[in-house]
């Protein structure tokens, strides 16, 4: 793997356990009004809570819909790996997230969501 590639989840029938503390877990409906805001909650990771501690911990995870950053969320290890966000958005469009762990590197996921 390139030292510049996200990391992601590779096969989703079989996850590792640093998938499973890394990649991020986005919830969020699949179908959304235009311009109305909805609740996307974002938590690291998937299946096991990543370590919040001294020396390992999830630095920022970071919301996007395509390539427009939406926000960014800053974490010490004395927060739990985890945000809700209200967002709207205009139209159609895949929302990432972005997550950094200090040891770890940076992993993506993402949904579709449908703006009707
Ligand atoms: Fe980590």
């Known amino acids: 793997m390139s030292k510049y590639e996200i990391k992601t989840l590779v096969n989703h029938d079989d996850k590792t356990a640093l998938e499973k503390k890394h990649v991020p877990h986005i919830i969020a409906p699949d179908k959304v009004k235009k311009g109305e805001l909805f609740e996307v909650t974002v938590q690291m990771g998937n299946e096991i ?3 919040m501690e001294e020396g390992h ?7 996007y819909a395509e390539y427009f950053q939406l926000a960014r969320v800053d974490f010490t290890p004395e927060v739990k790996a985890e945000a809700t966000l209200q967002i709207k958005l205009e139209e159609s469009c895949t929302l990432r997230a972005f997550e950094s762990c200090n040891l770890h590197g940076q992993w993506e996921a993402s949904k579709e969501i449908t703006v009707e």
Do not use: M, S
Not at 57 to 63: A, C, D, N, T
């Open 57 to 63: 911990f999830i630095q920022y995870v970071e919301l």
């Open 49 to 51: 809570d990543h370590p």
